[in-house]
């Protein structure tokens, strides 16, 4: 059985909203219109695709860190504070 993990879940419903646009010199410009402030150049789609994933993982790690709102996207809310069990439970 695959694990899945809810960061990689997240970053792949951001990327699968993001909107790329090739710009006047040949470059592409890549952003996610519901995480505000992620956007990223590359001199083309792949190297601007990566670039933007990047930029969104350390945005999310970031925003995660100082416990700024982040969207909810797929039904994925990083909001939410993490359960506890109690260590007796393990």
């Known amino acids: 059985m695959a694990s899945r993990y809810v960061l990689s879940d997240y970053v792949g419903e951001a990327m699968a909203q993001a909107v790329f646009d090739k710009l006047d010199d040949g470059t592409f410009v890549g952003r996610i219109p519901p995480c505000q402030g992620v956007i990223a150049f590359g001199g083309s789609l792949r190297d601007c695709e990566s670039e933007l994933r990047s930029t969104l993982e350390d945005w999310i790690l970031v925003g995660l860190r100082l416990r ?12 939410k504070e993490p359960a506890r069990e109690p260590v007796d439970a393990v």
Do not use: E
């Not at 700024?68 to 909001?79: A, E, K, M």
């Open 68 to 79: 700024h709102h982040l969207p909810v996207l797929g039904g994925i809310d990083l909001n």
